[in-house]
């Protein structure tokens, strides 16, 4: 008996073996759950090749969140597959890290925010809006944040997009509500994937993680921060929403 028995989940975001959004599938498949899995352009090649190491290949969808046509054709594209979504899964972010990362916060331009912004943040609710005729009977949103309550060196605007992420979490909570649809974020510590490697000076948040987390911090480990985003898919948190869960060994609730 898994946690998610009977549930039809889609994974938004995986590209590699190290996205966070394949640990998420690999957890939700062994926790009984039907898994879709989705990304875009160029890598969907990628994608479909990783998918078969997952323990049961699942459907690869192609859903740029920043292209109409692919919100649009969403609905249809599952349907295909399953006939509704108890659960849908945001591992999706990007912001231009030569512009916008590793100390250019003073320097970053408009074009590039807003790209992060639509990206990172506003696909959230994208996302949610699309998937919301295929959740019927309810169901969970859970998206993936990184702090976004303090400045963190390397950071910069991606930061900002964080915050509008959990901002943007809090209000499809309050609007999907009434649908039964619930929204919350998981917020990990720092993990080696494909989108970390691209932050020039991310490291200094590895050891700053490796100094200060209670618990200690292991940022190749993807499976705590996938069991948390598992258990928000699952009934075990019915009234919970709006919610940001720490995944993070306890670094946020540390002074020194
Ligand atoms: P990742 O493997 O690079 O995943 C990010 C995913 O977003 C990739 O699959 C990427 O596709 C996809 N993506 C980018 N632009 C997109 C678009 N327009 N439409 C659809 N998909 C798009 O990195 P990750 O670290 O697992 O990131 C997953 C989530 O966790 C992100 O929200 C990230 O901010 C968050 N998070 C990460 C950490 C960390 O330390 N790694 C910590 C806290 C939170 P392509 O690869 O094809 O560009």
């Not at 999706?92 to 925010?113: C, H, M, Q, R």
């Amino acid at each position: 008996m898994g946690i998610l028995d009977g549930k039809r989940i889609l994974v938004a975001g995986v590209t590699m073996e190290s996205s966070i959004g394949f640990a998420t599938a690999r957890v939700a498949q062994e926790q009984g759950a039907e898994v879709l899995i989705s990304n875009f352009g160029r890598a969907l090649g990628i994608t479909r090749r990783i998918a078969k190491r997952l323990p049961t290949e699942p459907p690869v969808l192609e859903l740029d969140v920043t292209d109409q046509s692919h919100l649009d054709s969403l609905a249809e594209q599952v349907r295909e597959h399953v006939d509704g979504l108890d659960g849908v899964v945001h591992s999706i972010a990007y912001g231009n890290p030569a512009t916008l990362l590793g100390g250019k916060f003073l320097s970053g331009p408009w074009e590039d925010v807003a790209q992060a912004v639509q990206v990172s943040a506003y696909s959230l609710k994208s996302l949610a809006v699309a998937a919301r005729p295929l959740m019927g009977a309810g169901g969970s949103l859970v998206g993936l944040t990184f702090d976004a309550t303090t400045a963190w060196p390397a950071y910069d605007w991606m930061g900002v997009a964080k915050a509008g992420l959990e901002s943007t979490s809090r209000y499809l909570a309050r609007d999907l509500g009434p649908d039964g649809i619930r929204c919350n974020l998981v917020s990990a510590g720092p993990l080696k994937t494909l989108a970390a490697k691209a932050i020039p000076g991310f490291e200094d948040l590895e050891s700053a993680w490796k100094e200060r987390a209670p618990l200690g911090w292991d940022e190749t480990d993807h499976t705590p921060t996938a069991r948390a985003v598992v258990a928000l898919l699952s009934d075990f948190f019915p009234a919970t929403t709006g919610e940001i869960v720490h995944v993070d060994g306890g670094f946020h609730a540390m002074g020194l």
